[in-house]
């Protein structure tokens, strides 16, 4: 029988949760644990780190998974990386389900950086209205640039006053639409959005309603990654599962008898 082990957090992880449990199909989701209150979910869900690659290893051999798919947000490079690592050293066959990159439209005013660095070293001029959409755990470092007012959308009410001297908090959960983002944006007369590139139809609201403000966007790049077999859509992972023999790898010791 397999059993599958989902790395989530995202909406496609939720997805694939469902349809895994709406198969019957022995699985379990896993969360980093960066959201206070994650969604409820029809399968099975632990929370927390494994212990870099090595600890992720055990897992999969103390827990005879046969299949992991990686459907991770696409900025947790290192919890990838360490699924690649681990899946090569135990043999369990991986799947990335991540959402294909965003591109710029025609009308879009976008300068793309290749990482937070540059993000915050762009912010350098007068100050701005900012909505800095990227989550909590990079906010410290737009310290660096505290002449701006940033408006920060975050999941989870921050559990200490962000090290921003000018900042407004919305706490929000998307997906969001077009009609409210534009809101959002003329509500706090914002000047510029600073996003990463996340991808799919969840939170491209923002990115729609700077394109009909006329409102540029400084866009973070995704960060480089382990080759790995990849799809885009539930469906092409559940025909990967279907395609693909369980390996359940043996137990450390096991091969050697002791």
Known sequence: MRHVLVLGGTLEASALAQALADRGERAVLSYAGRVARPRAQPVPVRVGGFGGAAGLARHLRDHAVTHLVD????????????????????????????????????????????????????????????????????????????????????????EAPPPLPRHTVVVARGPFDVAGDT???????????????????????????ARDLGLPVLMVARPPLPARREVARVADALRWLDDTPPHAPAPRGAERGV
Do not use: Q
């Open 71 to 158: 459907a991770t947000h696409p900025f947790a490079a290192r919890m990838s990386a360490n699924a690649v690592a681990a899946c090569a050293e135990t043999g369990v066959p991986l799947l990335a389900l991540t959402r294909p990159a965003w591109r710029p439209d025609a009308g879009d005013d976008w300068t793309t950086v290749p990482d937070m660095d540059a993000a915050v070293a762009a912010l350098d001029g007068p100050p701005r209205h900012v909505l800095l959409a990227l989550g909590r755990m990079h906010l410290a470092e737009f310290a660096a640039r505290p002449r701006h007012h940033y408006v920060l959308r975050l999941i989870d009410p921050p």
């Open 183 to 209: 809101a959002l944006l003329r509500a706090h007369r914002i000047d510029l959005v600073v996003c990463k590139n996340a991808g799919g139809s969840g939170a491209d609201a923002k990115l729609r309603a």
